[in-house]
């Protein structure tokens, strides 16, 4: 995900965004909507943070063509939920966040559910 997408030419040089960056935006604001546990990532990403790394685009795929992003988002949410409603909340905070901090324009934001939490007694208390 290490490309860079070429935003604006300004008067002393270019102004670029790695797809990086995006994808921490992203996990960002999909984690800040309440319902959702986490981002689910692929098996080679779980055993890179088993062993330390914290891997902050995890779950997120970034696209940029024409200043235009689309994203897919792997998440995992909270049981008891209403799926659609927290769905359409992380499609909202993810495309306000990505609009106002880097000024291109949400194309598509795909939301995947590929788990559920149920939460233990431990995680009550």
Known sequence: MAENTHVEELEYGNVNISDDVIGIITNIAATEVEGIHG??????????????KKNFTKGV??????????????????????IPEVAWEVQ?????AIENMTGLVSKEINVHINGIN???DKDKE
């Open 39 to 52: 981002l689910s990532g692929s098996f080679a990403g779980e055993l890179v943070e088993i062993f330390g």
């Open 92 to 96: 909202e905070n993810v495309k306000k």
């Open 118 to 120: 149920f939460k233990s």
């Open 61 to 82: 795929k970034v696209v940029v063509e024409d200043n235009e992003v689309t994203v897919d988002l792997n998440v995992i949410v909270d049981y008891g939920v209403k």
